[in-house]
C-alpha cells in the first residue's frame, strides 16, 4: 500500500515540476519556490522528492512538521490523522502569510496536473483579477460533484479555457497572499474546530471572493477516482497517470 501511495506522490509531483517548467517559459521572471510540509514519509521517499525538485532547479524548502506544537490549537476532539491535515493545513498558511510571494498555490500531494496548468492560471489569474478589480481564488479541478445543482453559473473565457464561478472547493487552491491576509481568521478557522464539510470555511470565503475552476480539467484529484468527486469530466486520466511516470 506504501509503495502505490508514494507513486502517486511521485507522479503527482512530477507534473507539476513539469507545469513549472512550462510557466517558467512563458513568465520570464518567474521567481518559484517549493515549500513541501512533511508529517511522516520514510527518509527514502523523501530524498527522493529532494533529488527530483533539485534536478529541475528550484528553490525548494523541507519542513518536517511536528504536530506536537499545535496541540493547544487543535480541537483536542478531531482524530489523530485529521489533527495532522489540519496542522499541516495550518503551518501551509502560515508560511504563506509571512513570506514574501504575491501570489500562493496550497497543493495536496495526489493531484495530476496537465503541463500547461500553471501556465494557464497564472494568465487567468491575471486577466481576472484585471476584469475584477480584485483577488480571487482559482482551483485548479473541474470536481464533477459540482455538476450536481441544476443552477445558474458564470462562464468565463481564460487563456485557453473556459473557467466558471464555484462556491465549493477542497484544500488545493491559488490565491493571494492579500487575500489570506484579509480572510485570515476564516482560513485558519478550519485549522482549529472539524467543520463540516471539512472546507466549510473556504465556502465562506467564495460567497465574498470570487473563486473559479477550469473546463475543461487542468488538474486530476486521484484520492477521489472511486468517490463522488471523481474523475474530471472531459479529462484523458490514463494519458496524464502515464506521462508522469516515474523510473525506479
Sequence with gaps: MRK?????????LNSIL????????????????????????????????????????????????????????????????????????????????????????????????????????????????????DELIICPTDFPYLYNKFEPTQIILGNNRHWRVIEETLCTFLTSKRLLIKHWDTFISMTKTEHLPFEKPLHEIYSKQYCLSPIPSLAMHCTNINSIYGISPLMDWKRLWDENKIND
Design 18 to 133: 513539469k507545469s513549472i517548467q512550462t510557466a517558467k517559459s512563458n513568465f520570464k521572471y518567474l521567481d518559484i519556490k517549493i515549500t513541501a510540509i512533511d508529517s511522516g514519509s520514510d527518509e527514502a521517499d523523501v530524498r527522493k522528492i529532494e533529488n527530483m525538485i533539485k534536478e529541475k532547479n528550484i528553490n525548494f524548502e523541507y519542513i518536517k512538521l511536528n504536530v506536537g506544537e499545535l496541540k493547544d490549537f487543535i480541537d483536542p476532539q478531531a482524530s489523530v490523522n485529521q489533527k495532522s491535515n489540519m496542522a499541516n493545513i495550518y503551518k501551509s498558511f502560515e508560511i504563506g502569510r509571512d513570506g514574501k510571494y504575491d501570489l500562493l498555490y496550497f497543493l495536496e500531494d495526489d493531484y495530476l496536473h496537465e503541463q500547461n496548468s500553471l501556465n494557464e492560471m497564472l494568465f487567468s489569474y491575471e486577466k481576472f483579477a484585471s476584469l475584477i478589480k
Design 4 to 12: 502505490k501511495k508514494i507513486n502517486t506522490h511521485l507522479r503527482s
